[in-house]
């Protein structure tokens, strides 16, 4: 089918290429396995399925240049995997690169463009030329000279590697309407061997009857070939189970006259199976135009004598039949569409909490136990949605291998990348943001941190220096850490040319804090000469805009000659959270539940101010710094005195702990995040939006802004963004 003719290609489509992405990803994580050495054979069979099912899917919709170059990978990954070529390090550099090319052959199918007509044409070559990589696969495997056995002991017909099948293929009525064509499984099973074909049109209505599409024949192959029984239900894996009916038998030889079967008795009149009386193939060769057989036999085809009987179905299931789990796909856009719904659920059900909030549980009893029920039920929903939007990102790591490798050995350097936490889940929305700052990232640790070998063995390192890549969950947010064991950063160069750029005056004191964070300003790079890796100053503000974007912060933490460590912390969810509602003056916020600590209304024997820190806050021998938030937002009416209002204790990514004066706590509860910076303006210290029961919109807390706008407080530099009370 195609989309001339009248189909709706596009869901399939679109379809097709969400697991064409898929499984371009999982080739090269396990590509990657195999450079490095440490794949298996099971490795080399997994990308073969890859490249495989991309090709079937392709051939569905007639991309001709993607079947093309995806058969002569699979042609190449079938004979590594199946010891017919060996597999060098030049073989293993050569998958990895034509794994980049049928991703570009794959992202053209999906733009609808065409790529140059050599483009990927010197790995096609390389892939064919590796020895018995482009052989015919009906070709016998040559045989070593050896001295003739007595004629007694002639070899075993099974030493040639040939075994005879016989498959049956029975589609649906509905097959073609999924986009599967049989005459490319056909041609598919004519490439693994020397194919009979027999048709069966008992099942095709006379024309006047006919549904163009509806499938009616059916098939019976013989086929003869050096391939095993996976290879060929590879063929048929897009039709089996709910489409279609496979099953495939190895026929036995008779095992007659001379003992070896190789002058077998022919079978006896009666048990021979009746011939067909087409005679020979006609028309397009695959039994589709035949003539039509005599109604006895219609739907016999010509059986070996005593073959192997047809497993029963629950045998054929368990020797290799379709799996099928429990999973469906679902557009983004769907998943999103309920995900906000499940968030004006919550806003609801806080209002229904906020109006029923003077009634008794004497005078109203079912009401409040019906509330209660529904705010439970509500955050359960809640929590199985956002676990539906979560995924591994195992799949963004799977890109650092190749990364590392190739830019090392661009750079001259040598590095190793540790990687842990692969199957941390993190919302979808964050996962998608986080791609292009961890690329910054691990090409910034190899091109800026690691030193060269000479260099690093110069200075008692050893030569290959080590990269780290980390994610786990910590205090309800996730936490991803790149770090490495180069040189660290050089403050004394980055603080000179932030004064030679204008982002700083000269003769201004900053902290090393303070220092290694101007790597973040917009076009600043310490590079001495632009290069295709760095120089133009772009790469760490990206890392920057995107982590803020979701909600998140980055931290950076370098000792010198000892290296460096970056820290983003990111929200699990782009959606709903947990709060504290407090309030400051007439005004209300809420506080992330996950960063608070605890609350407190101090003695005034610990709150006191000191000389260059400003108020702080004496608990259990430990000096906190108070942060006044009426101070920070310009709030009127607001409680000043510590000792009258409340503190709460907050606890920031970087293990920092602030107290917050507010008046007082109005309670916890679950809120839905509204963007600021696309409904509004981005505002400094906050970090979102929420809109409270009684229809109110409340400011969401930024922890870690707040804390550097403290800090900023204490030294008199004034604010130059919006306040939070404008």
């Known amino acids: 089918m195609s989309d001339d003719q009248g189909y709706d290609l596009s869901q399939f489509k679109a379809t097709y290429f969400e697991e064409c992405a898929e499984l371009l990803a999982s080739a090269e994580e396990i590509l990657s396995r195999i450079h490095d050495g440490s794949g298996t054979v099971e490795d080399l069979n997994a990308v073969f399925r890859c490249v495989h099912s991309i090709k079937g899917g392709a051939g569905a919709f007639a991309f001709d240049e993607l079947v093309h170059f995806a058969h002569v990978f699979e042609t190449t990954m079938d004979a590594l995997r199946s010891g017919r070529a060996d ?21 053209a199918a ?93 099942k095709l209505p006379p024309l006047t009857e006919m549904d163009p599409q509806a499938s009616y024949l059916s098939w019976t192959f013989t086929l003869i070939t050096d391939r095993d029984k996976s290879s060929i239900a590879d063929v048929f894996e897009f039709v089996e189970g709910d489409t279609a009916t496979i099953t495939i038998t190895e026929l036995q030889p008779e095992v007659e006259g001379d003992g070896w079967g190789l002058f077998a008795t022919a079978p006896a009149a009666a048990e021979a199976a009746p011939a067909p009386t087409g005679g020979a193939v006609e028309g397009d ?86 509330l209660q029920e529904l705010s439970h039920h509500t955050r359960e929903l809640q929590e199985s949605v956002m676990a539906i939007r979560a995924q591994p990102v195992k799949a963004l790591f799977s890109k650092a291998p190749r990364l590392v490798r190739d830019l090392s050995t661009k750079l001259g350097k040598q590095a190793r990348l540790v990687m842990s936490g692969e199957n941390t889940e993190v919302d979808k929305t964050v996962i998608e943001q986080l791609s292009d700052p961890l690329t910054h990232l691990i090409r910034n640790a190899l091109d800026h941190g690691l030193e060269t070998p000479e260099e690093r063995i110069a200075v008692g390192k050893p030569a290959e220096g080590t990269i780290h890549l980390g994610a786990e969950h910590r205090s309800g947010r996730i936490v991803i850490e790149i770090t490495d064991d180069g040189r660290g950063i050089d403050r004394k160069r980055v603080l000179e040319k932030a004064i030679e750029k204008g982002l700083v005056e000269r003769g201004q004191s900053l902290s090393d804090e303070q220092i290694d964070m101007l790597i973040f300003a917009p076009g600043f790079s310490t590079a001495s000469a632009v290069s295709d890796v760095s120089g133009r100053g772009v790469g760490m503000d990206v890392v920057r805009k995107n982590i803020q974007d979701v909600g998140g912060r980055v931290v950076v933490q370098s000792t010198p000659g000892a290296g460096s460590r970056f820290i983003l912390s990111l929200p699990l969810t782009l959606a709903v959270m947990d709060g504290m509602l407090v309030a400051i003056g007439g005004h209300r916020y809420v506080l992330p539940l996950t960063n608070i600590v605890e609350s407190l209304r101090p003695a005034a024997h610990q709150a006191r101010t000191l000389v260059d820190v400003g108020d702080v806050l004496t608990l259990r021998g430990e000096y906190i710094r108070l942060i006044p938030l ?92 919006p306040t939070a009370a404008e």
């Open 285 to 370: 060769g695959w039994g589709l135009f035949e003539p039509l057989p005599a109604a006895n036999t219609a739907a016999a085809a010509p059986q070996p004598a005593k073959a192997v009987p047809t497993p029963a179905p629950t045998q054929a299931a368990a020797a290799g039949g379709p799996v099928h789990t429990a999973s469906i796909r679902v557009d983004l856009d769907k998943v999103d569409r309920l995900v906000n719904m499940v968030g004006e659920l919550v806003i609801t059900q806080a209002m229904l909490g906020q109006q029923a909030s003077g009634f008794s549980v004497e005078s109203h009893p079912e009401l409040i136990q019906g």
């Open 87 to 107: 597999l060098s390090t030049h073989v293993a550099d050569l998958l990895v690169r034509g794994n980049d090319v049928l991703g570009d052959f794959v992202r």
């Open 630 to 721: 009426h101070s920070l937002f310009g709030i009127h009416n607001a409680i000043t005195d510590p000792t009258r209002g409340l503190v709460v204790v907050v606890e920031t990514e970087g293990g920092d702990r602030v107290g917050l004066l507010v008046d007082e706590l109005l309670g916890q509860q679950q809120v839905v995040i509204k963007s600021l910076d696309a409904n509004f303006r981005p505002v400094e210290g906050i970090s979102a939006a929420t809109i409270l029961g009684d229809g109110r919109v409340a400011l969401i807390l930024d922890v870690g802004a707040i804390r550097a706008m403290g800090e900023r407080l204490t030294a008199q530099e004034p604010c130059a963004t």
């Open 110 to 202: 999906q733009e609808g463009v065409a790529l140059p007509a050599d483009h990927g044409a010197d790995v096609l070559a390389q892939m064919a030329a590796i020895p018995d990589g482009n052989a015919p696969a009906t070709t016998k495997p040559a045989t070593a000279t050896a001295a003739p056995k007595p004629a007694a002991e002639p070899p075993a017909p099974e030493d040639n590697g040939f075994k005879t099948y016989s498959i049956s293929f029975l589609p649906t009525l509905a097959m073609l309407r999924t986009g599967n064509d049989p005459l490319l499984m056909i041609r598919e099973l004519a490439a693994l061997g020397d194919l009979d074909v027999k048709v069966d049109r008992s």
